[in-house]
């Protein structure tokens, strides 16, 4: 899968539409499925959701939550990857 810069995308999402108002948490294996529906390793998602691989590994875990901006990078990542494949 191409690279998605999810840093310039996630701010031009949030001025345009405003639509990743909501913190709804996604579950550790809603996560590890998007990691890999993406093709992204833990250390890939965590560069673009600016954490480590161990604070992935533990969201996967179920041991650690995301914070409601990491949160909303990881719903945004989603939005993409369902776009990308609807396109």
């Given at each position: ?5 999810v840093?310039g ?5 949030i001025?345009?539409c405003?639509?990743l108002k909501?913190?709804?948490l996604?579950?550790?294996t809603?996560?590890?499925d ?14 673009e ?10 969201y ?11 949160m ?16």
């Amino acid at each position: 899968m191409a690279h998605l810069n999810v840093r310039g995308v996630y701010t031009l999402r949030i001025v345009i539409c405003g639509t990743l108002k909501g913190h709804s948490l996604m579950t550790g294996t809603q996560i590890r499925d998007l990691r890999k529906a993406l093709g992204y390793t833990q250390a890939r998602l965590a560069e673009e959701i600016s954490v480590t691989a161990n604070t992935v590994a533990r969201y996967e875990r179920n041991e650690l939550r995301p914070s409601p901006p990491v949160m909303k990078l990881l719903k945004l990542l989603n939005m993409l990857l369902t776009e990308k494949k609807a396109a």
